[in-house]
């Protein structure tokens, strides 16, 4: 099937816009150019785009490329080439290109548009992409024109109509969309910016070793396998602190690395901008890196390997780590994940737990630690997150109700939040005020579930010091652990915009 005439590149638009101007004898053309992700083209799109045509002489449209379309981890639901091959088959469209950029500022820069056109729903609620895009219409000497159309949604039609989700999480999410408006929900994620926050934990470079599996050696009963890439991530504490970066104006952070092969420079360049570091340094240890190696394949793992020492810190250490937390009282929410390697010594959660206002602890379980950390180590904590399996061996019950022991460990915590997360089931939060609170799961792309943890604990802690009701701070920490989990690892953080556009996806 021959390629369709209308569908440009960029650069081939631009050349081709440019001799259309210039024909000898000819009036110069009158462009519009009209810029979405036009997912699921529908009739509002249809009729917006008649009367774009009419505006001028040569309607092109540009389309958002399918890795920066920020509604969610389940969008586009359709990719850019057959984006692109729905707009060319209307008659009123003359050329169709995809962007290059996350907005469409450079593209008009490119394309010099006299008109640019935007649904009628933009004209009062301007968003800073719009904005900066009419100032360079308004640079080009061109004018921005809003077009009164059928008003649809691509995004509520694919909620609709083609959902990824189970009956069970669409009826929650129709009943969360009747109790709270989108206003509400954004709101709520936007109080944290002036929280004074401080993390607490050991960081951690996650490292993922890709392989392919050539098959056994032949002199010994083992699987060989050939290298062939590896990248690398800033874990850990330092993770949680970039995540909260996004959302918080300033975030502190004390963490700790080894005295050997301490990478303590390459740590500091993966933290974000408004993230202030102060770290304690272990010695006779590395810094902890955990090595996991995949069949590069099916993208599957094959086994994991620990770099570590979990030797307890020196009373030397100790002092000094508490005397980095003596102003620890300074800040409206202290934020504490504890790996289990041996940061927080006794007399370090005697500091946190005494000096802090408002203290949100994760203890996490793993290979190196399991059965052996618990969050019975610490005497308080306002908030707690623990994931089902921790829950679990701090009861010693392996198939108690989830409810009495969450009830149990906030008592013996005096917490006044606690959240489990149960994976796929989603997670269950109390409050000793309200009570229970059960949502669903919102990831419909698993990638890696390392992290999402993190991403869950750390945007709840700031919910939770802010008072957020239980099922607005349970939806915004199952949507922050559906980003984590569409990525690997810690490759991405948390975003802020991102992140709404996730929101607003769920609100259509």
């Not at 009826?171 to 002036?194: G, K």
């Not at 959240?419 to 609170?437: E, I, M, P, S, W």
């Not at 980003?483 to 709404?500: C, F, R, Y």
Request: a negative charge; aromatic letters at 8%.
């Amino acid at each position: 099937m021959p390629e369709n005439s209308k569908v440009k590149t960029l650069s081939e638009l631009a050349e081709l816009l440019a001799a259309r101007r210039e024909v000898p004898g000819e009036q110069r053309p009158v462009v519009v150019q009209c810029h979405g992700v036009f997912d699921l083209l529908h009739i509002g799109h249809i009729r917006y785009l008649q009367k774009a045509r009419e505006l001028g002489d040569l309607l092109v449209v540009t389309a958002t490329p399918d890795r920066f379309v920020n509604k969610g981890p389940h969008r586009p639901a359709f990719n850019e080439k057959h984006r692109l091959d729905s707009l060319a088959a209307l008659d009123c469209v003359d050329y169709v290109a995809v962007n290059e950029w996350p907005i469409a500022a450079e593209a008009l820069r490119l394309l010099k548009p006299d008109i640019y056109a935007k649904g009628a729903e933009f004209r009062d609620h301007k968003t800073p992409e719009l904005i900066a895009e009419e100032e360079v219409v308004r640079e080009l000497g061109g004018k921005v024109e809003f077009i009164d159309a059928v008003r649809s949604s691509s995004s509520h039609l694919i909620n609709q109509y083609l959902s990824q989700f189970d009956e069970a999480t669409d009826a929650y999410l129709r009943d969360f969309r009747a109790r709270h408006s989108l206003q509400d929900v954004i709101r709520c994620v936007d109080q944290a910016r002036s929280l004074r926050v401080l993390v607490v934990g050991e960081a951690i470079i996650d490292e993922y070793y890709s392989c392919a599996a050539i098959g056994q050696s032949a002199k010994a009963p083992i699987l060989a396998a050939r290298y062939e890439t590896h990248e690398r991530y800033a874990g850990g504490a330092i993770a949680v602190a970039n995540h909260l970066a996004a959302f918080c104006d300033r975030v502190d952070l004390l963490s700790m690395v080894g005295d050997a092969d301490a990478e303590e420079a390459w740590l500091r360049s993966q933290l974000k901008a408004n993230v202030q570091a102060n770290f304690i340094t272990k010695g006779n240890s590395p810094t902890i890196v955990k090595r996991r190696y995949l069949e590069s394949y099916f993208q599957l793992p094959m086994f994991a390997i620990n770099f570590l020492s979990d030797d307890p810190l020196t009373e030397d250490e100790q002092r000094d780590t508490c005397r980095r937390l003596e102003q620890v009282g300074q800040y409206d929410v202290v934020i504490v994940t504890d790996y289990g390697h041996q940061m927080m010594a006794p007399g370090v959660i005697e500091a946190l737990a005494k000096g802090a206002k408002y203290l949100a602890v994760n203890t996490q379980s793993n290979a190196a630690n399991k059965g052996f950390h618990t969050i019975s180590k610490y005497p308080r904590a306002d908030y707690v997150s623990l994931a089902e399996h921790e829950l679990q061996l701090e009861c010693r019950s392996r198939n108690g109700d989830l409810s009495e022991m969450l009830m149990g460990v906030g008592q013996h915590l005096y917490a006044t939040t606690i959240a489990v997360t149960l994976g796929k089931r989603g997670c269950l939060c109390y409050n000793r005020r309200t009570g229970f609170h059960q949502a669903p799961a919102l990831a419909t792309k698993v990638v890696d579930r390392v992290g999402a943890g993190d991403a869950f604990f750390g945007f709840t802690s700031l919910c939770a010091a802010l008072d957020t009701p239980l099922d607005i701070l349970a939806f915004l920490g199952n949507v922050a652990g559906a980003e984590a989990v569409a990525v690997v690892g810690n490759k991405q953080t948390l975003d802020s915009l991102p992140l709404k556009r996730h929101i607003e996806s769920l609100f259509k």
